[in-house]
C-alpha cells in the first residue's frame, strides 16, 4: 500500500526458473543443436542450459532469490520486499530455450500453485500466441492450437485475461484474430492485452504500432483493451486512440521506471497522459522480476509532480493523490470488478505471511 | 588490486544470459580490463528496450558484483547520466 492506495501491480512476470521448472533437460543434440542455432539467430546468444539451477540443494542461492523460482521467494519479492498488494501474473515474451515455451503445462502448474497459495492477492494474467514464434504462453503455432490455449488456461487455470505478443500479425485480423477474442469472451474473460510501441527484436516498427487496435476496439465494445507500453514510440497515437475509445487501458511501463531516472521525460509524458487521456484509464506494472524491486520506482513516482513550467507551458494538470491511486491501483482494480476499499480490508485482515 | 575471476565470471555471465533470455533478451562479455571494468552488451529484445538501464543495475550488476575481481561492470549503449546512475544505484540494495 503506498498512502493509502491499493497497489495491483498488471505485470508481474513470474516463472519457476529453477531445473525443475524448465522441465526436463534437453538432452537430444539434435533438438539442442536446433535450440541454439534459433536463439542465436533471434537475441544473439543463449544461456548455457546446464547452468539453470540457481536453488541449491540446501536451499541457499547464487542469484538474488527471486530467480529461484520458488512460490515462497516470488511472494517475498512482491509482498513483503514491496509496498505490492495485488498483482495480475503474466508470462513474458519467450523462446525455446525458456520454461514457458519448452513445458507450458508446467508454468501454467507454477502460476496455478501460486494463485492457490495467495489467491486473494493474484489473478492470472494469461497469453497466448497464435504465430508460435515468440511471446506468451505457448502453442505450436497455429490459430487452432491458440484457441485451445486459451480455453485451457480460462477453464483450467482461471485466467482473468489473455494477452498477445503480436509480431507477424495484425490484431485486427478477423479470422487470424478475432477467433481468439470470441473465444475468450465466450469462456467469461472480457480483458485482452496487447504488447505494443515496443518492438522485440528486429522486426519493423511500424508492425509495433498501437492502430490495428482501434478496429479492435470497436468491434469488441464490450472487451476491456489493455494496450501496453505508451512510451515514446507512437506516443501521440497512442493517446489519442486511448483518448477516444473507451475500452482502451494504457498500461504505463516505462514510464513509471521513468520516474526514477528520467523523471523530466515522466513528466513530460505523464502530464501529456492526464491532460488528454485522464488517470482513470491509466495503470502501472512493474514488469518484475528481471527489473528490479519496484519500491524504489514506486517512491520516486509518489513524489513526481508536474512542474511549474509544463503546467504554465502545456497546460499539464498537476497530479493529484486520487490519480495517483488510480495509476498504482484502483484502475485496475476497476477494470477487473475489484472493489478497492473492500479488498483493502480483506487484505488488511489476513494473517502475516498472507 | 584482485585479478577477475574469469571462470567465475563465466560461469555468471552464463546465468545472466539465461535470466534475458527468459525475456527474449540476451547479453555477452564485449570486455575485461586489468583495473577490474567488466562491460557488457545488451542482445535480442534487450538490445532495443527502455529499461535496460534498469536490468543493467538490477539484474545484471547484482549477478556479476560477488566475482573476484570486478569493480565496475558498464554495458556498451546504456549512455546515462551520473545523475541518472546515482538514481539507479538504490535498485543495487
Known sequence: MINDALVFDSTLHLADLSAEGLGDAITDKAEMDATVELTNRLVGGIGNLDLVNYRHADGTYDLPPEFGGTIEAMYDWAFKRAPIDMALVGNAPVIPTGAILRAPEKYLRFVSEMMKAHPERLLFGGGTDPSGQLGGTPTAGSVKDALESVELQITEFHASSIKFYPVGWRCDDEKFAYPLYEKARSLGVNVIQFHKNLPTLRENVESQGPHDLQQVSRDFPDMTILLHHPMQLYFYETVSIAQRNPNIYLVCTPLIQYSLYRPRLAQELFGHLLHEVGSEKLIWGSEGVLVGNPTRILDAFSKLEIPQDLREGYGFPQFTEQDKANIVGATLATVFGIDVEAKKQELAALPTGR | ?93
Open chain 2, 1 to 93: 588490486m584482485p585479478v577477475i575471476d574469469t571462470a567465475e565470471l563465466q560461469r555468471r555471465m552464463q546465468k545472466v544470459q539465461t535470466l534475458l533470455n527468459w525475456h527474449l533478451g540476451s547479453i555477452e562479455l564485449a570486455s575485461v580490463s586489468a583495473d577490474g571494468t567488466v562491460k557488457v552488451r545488451f542482445l535480442g529484445a534487450c538490445a532495443g528496450c527502455p529499461l535496460k538501464p534498469v536490468t543493467l543495475v538490477a539484474t545484471v550488476r547484482r549477478v556479476l558484483a560477488g566475482v573476484e575481481g570486478v569493480e565496475r561492470v558498464e554495458a556498451i549503449g546504456v549512455n546515462i547520466s551520473p545523475e541518472a546512475e546515482l538514481s539507479l544505484a538504490a535498485l543495487q540494495e
